[in-house]
């Protein structure tokens, strides 16, 4: 059962958020400060949080600048809840690792809408983490290697020059052969919570096909129409 905790010091607030949650069949966990939370949030271990930005006990965006720094907590998902819809609060909320912004007043389908997006991101990011690296961080697709501790690619021996972008993607699909990812996923795997437009994908992937023209690797990445791209590969 997906477990939702609720950051909200307003008690009206909080029990709407919890109705609609748990209409969904969804658990939820209610704190009404943010020193609740950090409390609650260890017992619990929620699936994601719900975080209002004005608390009484201090700022939502520092506590969660602080969940992100901490190895325990930094991959729980959030989405701030706020009154606050001025841009400079969005960019501050996205910058300080939220993985969405809701202002209030919000719809509750367009709430639940929201929470399942960015619970289905956080899923396939954890299915693309889980599976393991290849022994020391060494990919080898014929004739394309792929040190990543080096941050090394070479093709039949000749290096190539990709910027860290570039690296990183060439170094997911290599990890991933045959697998079809979206814009969306590569977003999530290669930026992270950078604030990057889904077209950002396309500009680093041309650029990253360029540094692969003319040699043995330049037919490895292929685009499949309206779905996202894909490294064709089959061992031997």
């Not at 010091?9 to 969804?26: G, H, M, V, Y």
């Not at 792929?146 to 990183?168: C, I, W």
Request: charged letters at 30%; proline letters at 4%.
């Amino acid at each position: 059962m997906v477990s939702v905790m609720i950051v909200e010091d307003e008690t009206a607030i909080r029990e709407l958020l919890s109705f609609i949650c748990e209409k969904e069949n969804w658990r939820t966990v209610k704190a009404g400060s943010l020193d609740e939370a950090g409390r609650l949030i260890r017992q619990t271990k929620p699936d994601l949080i719900l975080l209002d930005v004005m608390l009484p006990d201090g700022s939502g965006f520092d506590w969660l600048n602080r969940l992100k720094r901490d190895e325990t907590s930094r991959d729980y998902p959030v989405i701030m809840l706020t009154a606050r819809g001025d841009e400079i609060d969005r960019v501050e909320g996205l910058e300080s690792g939220a993985d969405d912004y809701v202002v209030k007043p919000f719809l509750p389908r367009e709430l639940i809408a929201r929470i399942r997006a960015v619970l289905r991101r956080n899923k396939v990011t954890a299915l693309l983490n889980e599976i393991p690296d290849e022994e020391a961080g060494r990919i080898v697709r014929g004739p394309l290697v792929l040190d990543e501790a080096r941050f090394e690619a070479t093709v039949n021996g000749e290096p190539l020059k990709l910027s860290v972008k570039e690296f990183r993607l060439l170094h997911l699909f290599a990890k991933h052969p045959g697998r079809v990812l979206s814009r969306s996923q590569v977003l999530n795997a290669v930026w992270g919570n950078q604030i990057v437009d889904v077209r950002t994908v396309d500009v680093h992937m041309l650029r990253l096909r360029k540094a692969l023209s003319g040699t043995a690797a330049e037919n490895l990445l292929e685009t499949v129409r309206g779905v996202g791209y894909r490294f064709r590969y089959e061992e031997k």
